[in-house]
Each structure stands twice: as structure tokens, then as C-alpha cells.
């Protein structure tokens, strides 16, 4: 596509010179990072059988026509064509897409405007246009596509809920299977889950499903993998959301078998934030990857699973950089290391006579609810562009000097990570017959933290917390 781009391009310059020689050579335009960035999108993007382009200007990469001729559905035989206006300050705006043909479709207003959460509050300066074309699993696709399928859902813990009850208001055959009479198990007949019907114990659960969820924790996977495997059987596939055990199977003894299609699609976000996303209508953004295909059909099968579980933008990975990736995060920025830097600057303002209140505003408060939400809307300059240029400077003046004492920290977590310690610690501890107290008691000792016993008093503060 971006070929035939390049030679209208060439051919409208030979066309030019040809004009005359006396004319004025054209003054030769600035690429703009838009242009630099939806030629990289367009390069990246393979359009299927039934989709093509047009750019009705040779000279505007920034506009251009989408037709779609569907092979299947209820669209079956037409021909729909969607124009792409995409403005100077993309990606920090989406894209304006319309429909020319008038059409009836949840996503699609009367004037044709295409409507999807990932074009309006759902849009990220990270997402590209194949996020937007790739929007091609509708519902009906979804259950058509699995009509002859069980889902076995393993676990009923923090993704378990979330996946499962997404899948089952998706309308798709999702059965759970836990300990009966356990916690699970009780709370699976809170939200509705009907023992017999389509809540069972374990063995009955796998036995009965055709893809297996492992979504049992990291522990409790290694600890049950003996007497799960032989039921996994050829023909079924085996579906993780998080490559932990399969990557680190030396210390896990997950083996997985050789002859079923083994994927993952991780969301980026507890179980209780797939639910709350998808009852909204947006979706989680997550990763799919294939570890073993066996029917060659494990690609489409994991990015399907990934959008009936309430996968609002999908990203291809590998089982081993998503656990990589996933362990790294969560000891770094996401959440050890935050909580780190939390407690030291907290720290220093009470050692400098700062009250409790005054420390948890500066450190966490204004963070969270102010300027961390700046970033995630639209990234970390237009959060520097909100503050004042005192903040700025500061800010700008102080990040090389906390990267270079942070690197060799985060160092020495990727490698701990990737040499499977932080898996064998993690094992362990969460393997001890009293890992439930201990972790209890670890809670309650980060709870009794001033900081944390400041932020409780701040929060109670907050206009929304008023009575």
C-alpha cells in the first residue's frame, strides 16, 4: 500500500518537471511527526483479503479511503467505504473516521460517524490506526465463532471473576470449575453461576470444556499441574493469562502437552478492572501470545478469546516477554518501586518537620489525583505543559540524575526476573501453609503506616467524601 503511495508521489513529480523547465521548482515540504508517524502505521498494517486503500492526494498521507467488502455476516456482498481525516496532532487525537454509505450498526451514528470508545475517551497517543480497522469481532462473529465450543474456566479468583463473567455476557458457553463448598465456589453462586448447570468441580470442569482457562494463581497452577495435565487431551487448547508457568517450567514442572494448542491473552489490570471496563463498554487493553500451535488456528483463537473476555485494543507478544515484562512491572514502577519512592519522600518531608497531612499531599495525593491522570490521558510532556514553569524546570533539571540512580536498580530486577528468582521466591512463599497469615500480617503492618494512616484521613477529605 505504501508503495503504490510512493509511486503516485513519483509520478506527480515527473509530471511537474514535465510543466516546463521556466517554472519554479516547488519548494520541498516538512514531513511532520504526524505524517513520520501514519506512514509507520500504515507499513505495520496488513489489510485482509476484503479490505484496501485509496488516497484520493497523492500529496496527503493524512487522508485516505477504507473499503470493506464482508465475506460473511450480515454484511455479506456489500461494499463499505470509511474515510480516514487524520489531523496534525495525531496520535495525541484520534482519527475522524465516517462511513459514506448509509448503514445500521451499533458503532455507526446517522451521519455515519464511527463511534467506537477507541476513537473518543478510550484513545491513547500509543494506539495506532490497525487498532482502529482491526475492530472485527463482533458479537455475533464472537459466538458464531465458538458455537461448538466449552469454556472451562479454571479458578474463580481476581481474573477468573472478571473473564468469566465477561465471557458469559458475551453469551459465550463458559463453564467454572473450582473446589466445591470452598470460597470459589460460593462466591461463583453469588454472581449467579448454578452448580450442575455450569459450575463444577475441577475434574468434571476440564473434562467437559474444550478450552481449558487455567486462571488458578502462579502457586496453585504448579501445586495442581499433576493431576490436571493428563486431562488435557488432544484436541482441547489450553488458554493462560500469564506465561509464568509454561516459561518457568523448571521450577514449576508445568509441562505443557505437546499435541493442543497452547495461548495467552494477558489484560493489563486486575480482574475486578476487566469487569468494570467492559460493563462501561470500553475494555482493557491486552496481550495475546502463542506458545504452541498445533491446529494453526492458535493466532485467531487467542485474539478471539482476548475480545469476548472484554479486550478493548490487543497486542502481540511472546509467553516470555509478557512474563518478563508483567514480574518486572509489578516490582518496579507499577507497584513495588512506587511504593518505594513513596515512602522515601514521605520520610524526608517528616524528618524536615512537614506534618502528615502537608507530606501525603505532596508525595501521593497531588500525584494520584492530579498529574497522574494528565499522563495516562496524554502523556508525560502535556502533563509538563499543565504545571507551572517553576515545576517544569525542576522536573526536566531532576529526572537524569533519579534515572541514573534508578537504572542499576532496575537492572538488577530485570535480571532477577529473568533468571526465574523472583519465580522460585514467589513459589515458596506463596506455597507455606500459612502464606494467608503472613501475608495478613504483612498488610496490616503497610496499613499502621503513617503515610498510609495520613492518606485515610486525606482521602476522608475530598469533596466526593463529603457528607
Wanted: aromatic share 10%; hydrophobic share 35%.
Amino acid at each position: 500500500m505504501l508503495k503504490i503511495w510512493s509511486m503516485k508521489k513519483e509520478q506527480q513529480k515527473a509530471e511537474n518537471a514535465a510543466e516546463g523547465a521556466s517554472a519554479a521548482a516547488p519548494k520541498k515540504k516538512k514531513v511532520t511527526a504526524a505524517q513520520l508517524r501514519v506512514q509507520k502505521d500504515l507499513s505495520e498494517l496488513s489489510l485482509g483479503s476484503t479490505m484496501s486503500t485509496d488516497f484520493p492526494d497523492a500529496d496527503n498521507i493524512l487522508a485516505f479511503t477504507l473499503f470493506i467488502e464482508p465475506d460473511e455476516g450480515m454484511y455479506k456482498g456489500g461494499r463499505f467505504s470509511f474515510t480516514f481525516n487524520i489531523t496534525p496532532s495525531f496520535p495525541h487525537e484520534p482519527p475522524k473516521v465516517l462511513c459514506r454509505e448509509k448503514i445500521y450498526h451499533p458503532n455507526i451514528d446517522l451521519e455515519g460517524k464511527v463511534c467506537l470508545n477507541i476513537l473518543r475517551e478510550d484513545w491513547k497517543p500509543v494506539l495506532n490506526l490497525n487498532a482502529v480497522i482491526r475492530a472485527d469481532w463482533p458479537q455475533e462473529k464472537l459466538l458464531e465463532y465458538f458455537k461448538n465450543d466449552t469454556l472451562a474456566l479454571i479458578g474463580y479468583g481476581s481474573q477468573g471473576h472478571g473473564q468469566g463473567l465477561n465471557l458469559r455476557d458475551n453469551g459465550l458457553n463458559v463453564i467454572i470449575g473450582v473446589r466445591k463448598d470452598g470460597k470459589s465456589w460460593q462466591d461463583a453462586i453469588q454472581d449467579g453461576w448454578v452448580p450442575g448447570k455450569n459450575l463444577f468441580e475441577v475434574d468434571d470442569a476440564i473434562s467437559r470444556g474444550t478450552i481449558v482457562m487455567n486462571l488458578l494463581s502462579d502457586a496453585a497452577q504448579s501445586e495442581t499441574w499433576p493431576a490436571l495435565k493428563p486431562q488435557i487431551t488432544k484436541g482441547k487448547t489450553l488458554y493462560f493469562s500469564h506465561g509464568f508457568s509454561p516459561v518457568f517450567k523448571d521450577l514449576t514442572k508445568v509441562e505443557v502437552p505437546t499435541d493442543v494448542d497452547v495461548i495467552l491473552c494477558a489484560p493489563k489490570g486486575s480482574g475486578r478492572t476487566v469487569r468494570s471496563l467492559f460493563r462501561e463498554g470500553r475494555g482493557i487493553n491486552s496481550s495475546f501470545a502463542v506458545y504452541q500451535d498445533v491446529t494453526g488456528k492458535a493466532k485467531e483463537k487467542a485474539i478471539a478469546l482476548g475480545v469476548a473476555i472484554g479486550s478493548g485494543y490487543l497486542y502481540e507478544t511472546t509467553f516470555e516477554k509478557e512474563v518478563y515484562s508483567d514480574l518486572y512491572g509489578e516490582r518496579g514502577c507499577l507497584m513495588g518501586g512506587i511504593h518505594g519512592m513513596f515512602l522515601a519522600q514521605y520520610e524526608v518531608l517528616r524528618e524536615n518537620g512537614h506534618s502528615p497531612s502537608e507530606a501525603f499531599n505532596e508525595t501521593v495525593e497531588e500525584a494520584t489525583q492530579s498529574l497522574y491522570p494528565l499522563i495516562g490521558a496524554n502523556g508525560m510532556d502535556w502533563m509538563f505543559e499543565a504545571c507551572s514553569t517553576t515545576a517544569r524546570r525542576g522536573a526536566i533539571d531532576w529526572t537524569p540524575r533519579f534515572k541514573d540512580a534508578l537504572k542499576p536498580v532496575f537492572n538488577q530486577l530485570y535480571d532477577s526476573v529473568k533468571t526465574g528468582e523472583e519465580t522460585k521466591r514467589s513459589l515458596e512463599y506463596n506455597s507455606q501453609p500459612d502464606y494467608r497469615q503472613r501475608y495478613e500480617a504483612e498488610m496490616e503492618e503497610i496499613r499502621n503506616l503513617e503515610i498510609w494512616r495520613a492518606g485515610k484521613s486525606v482521602r476522608s477529605l475530598r469533596p466526593e467524601n463529603q457528607k
